[in-house]
């Protein structure tokens, strides 16, 4: 089945440090992948995404570049603020089959705290 | 403004108890999801439904149920049955295309008392 492997947290860093959030993915056939971004309290927002091979989703500064020879998805910003702390979650929409209404497979979320 | 509401944001319940957490959306989306979130687990899908009066088991559906009776609305029951109710909820709706967005709903906090 589907998976999908964030990097472990909690990730802390100083205002303006750059970012990398590693995500890999397992699935059949050519998934679409997404991060979304859930600030405490509230539900999920979504950051940004890429539908197909070498795609590079981009939002807020935030990058990921959809890659199928590792089967990855990486986020990075080159400076983080004190506003980008919350919870990181990697998910993948599996295309497996002919499914039009893919279902959402979540990482485990990374928190990360950026410090002034 | 086009979103999803879900209701109420916050929940007691009593052992023993039904509850229903609402939940409904003005994107005319076709499918709509509930997903649980337990910290440190990321989100697990609890039941989806892809046409008004049609839906599927996700990957832990046991102790809950859901009705799709207008396109609207998917609301989640909440069983005597769940022996871990306690989570944040939270519901989601996309409409019928492999690469577009799911949506989500600002949550519902459940806590069993």
């Known amino acids: 089945g589907n998976s999908v492997t964030q990097m472990e947290g909690p990730v802390t860093l100083s205002e303006e440090a750059f970012l990398t959030i590693n995500c890999t993915y397992t699935a059949t056939g050519y998934p679409s992948l997404f991060w979304y971004v859930q600030y405490p309290g509230e539900g999920l927002q979504l950051l940004l995404k890429a539908t197909k091979a070498d795609d590079k989703g981009s939002n807020k500064g935030f990058e990921a570049t959809y890659r199928k020879e590792t089967t990855s998805f990486h986020l990075e910003k080159g400076s983080v603020q004190v506003s980008d702390s919350a919870v990181y979650f990697c998910?993948?929409?599996?295309?497996?089959?002919?499914?039009?209404?893919?279902?959402?497979?979540f990482g485990q979320g990374t928190i990360l705290t950026v410090h002034p | 403004d086009g979103g999803i509401t879900q209701s109420p944001k916050y929940l007691f319940r009593k052992e023993g108890q039904n509850v229903t957490l609402s939940c409904e959306q003005n994107?005319?989306?076709?499918?709509m999801y509930w997903y649980r979130q337990d910290p440190g687990q990321g989100l697990r899908l609890i039941y989806y439904?892809?046409?008004?009066?049609?839906?599927q088991k996700g990957d832990i559906a046991e102790g809950y149920s859901v009705s799709r009776e207008k396109k609207e609305s998917f609301p989640l029951t909440v069983t005597s049955a769940q022996k871990n109710p306690t989570a944040f909820y939270l519901c989601?709706?996309?409409?019928?295309?492999?690469?577009?967005?799911?949506?989500f709903g600002e949550g519902s906090w459940l806590t069993v008392v």
């Open positions: 989601a709706s996309s409409p019928p295309n492999s690469g577009n967005t799911i949506y």
């Open positions: 998910a993948l929409k599996g295309n497996a089959g002919g499914t039009s209404y893919g279902k959402l497979t």
């Open positions: 994107l005319n989306h076709d499918a």
């Open positions: 439904s892809q046409i008004v009066n049609d839906f």
